[in-house]
T-cell receptor, first 112, second 112 residues
Framework: QKEVEQNSGPLSVPEGAIASLNCTYS??????FFWYRQYSGKSPELIMS????GDKEDGRFTAQLNKASQYVSLLIRDSQPSDSATYLC????????????FGKGTKLSVIP | DAMVIQNPRYQVTQFGKPVTLSCSQT?????MYWYQQKSSQAPKLLFH???????NEADTPDNFQSRRPNTSFCFLDIRSPGLGDAAMYLC???????????FGDGTRLSIL
């Protein structure tokens, strides 16, 4: 059973701080990793994709991947109240699979 | 803009009355997915199409059916909705390879 684990939260951070969201996955051959943001009552919105070990930065967002530890994280710098949402980690297995395994999401609350 | 469009945004139906949800895409993606998402839960994959090749998840109830008449359109049919089928239904698309899935805005289904 392929699993993706996230802390459900809520994770509360003050405005302007760094929010750190973590995700572990069980399938060692996983190739692609995604972070989606989902506001309450809305559909998931892609924030970041990462495919190789290391860091990938896009504006205030940094994704970090460590395949040896089966760990992927998302850092949000200078957190804003508008970042308050549930963040879903999604993992795609090896070549030939078109499915994603989603974590249950971490609810982030940015306090003004 | 190229996008994934779901209709309707909100659907109310009666217990046991068949309902159809629709999804269209202008991305020309060959893979389309239907997910069910309940409150505070991860999206649950119901089925997906690779072109016309239909792939049903093992735990998707027989009550749920799908049609993909062409590349652009995909439908979710719920033959006899029960109270437990009240949820957000999400359509997503992707190209083959490692690309992320792109979600429509979802259809919120309520059962009376």
């Amino acid at each position: 059973q392929k699993e993706v684990e996230q802390n459900s939260g809520p994770l509360s951070v003050p405005e302007g701080a760094i929010a750190s969201l973590n995700c572990t996955y069980s399938d060692r051959v996983s190739q692609s990793f995604f972070w989606y943001r989902q506001y309450s009552g809305k559909s998931p919105e892609l924030i970041m994709s990462i495919y190789s070990n290391g860091d990938k930065e896009d504006g205030r967002f940094t994704a970090q991947l460590n395949k040896a530890s089966q760990y992927v994280s998302l850092l949000i710098r200078d957190s804003q109240p508008s970042d308050s949402a549930t963040y879903l980690c999604a993992v795609r297995p090896g070549a030939g699979s078109y499915q994603l395994t989603f974590g249950k999401g971490t609810k982030l609350s940015v306090i003004p | 803009d190229a996008m994934v469009i779901q209709n309707p945004r909100y659907q109310v139906t009666q217990f046991g009355k068949p309902v159809t949800l629709s999804c269209s895409q202008t991305l020309n993606h060959n893979v389309m997915y239907w997910y069910q998402q309940k409150s505070s839960q991860a999206p649950k994959l119901l089925f997906h199409y690779y072109d016309k090749d239909f792939n049903n998840e093992a735990d998707t109830p027989d009550n749920f059916q799908s049609r993909r008449p062409n590349t652009s359109f995909c439908f979710l049919d719920i033959r006899s909705p029960g109270l437990g089928d009240a949820a957000m239904y999400l359509c997503a698309t992707t190209n083959s390879g490692n690309q992320p899935q792109h979600f429509g805005d979802g259809t919120r289904l309520s059962i009376l």
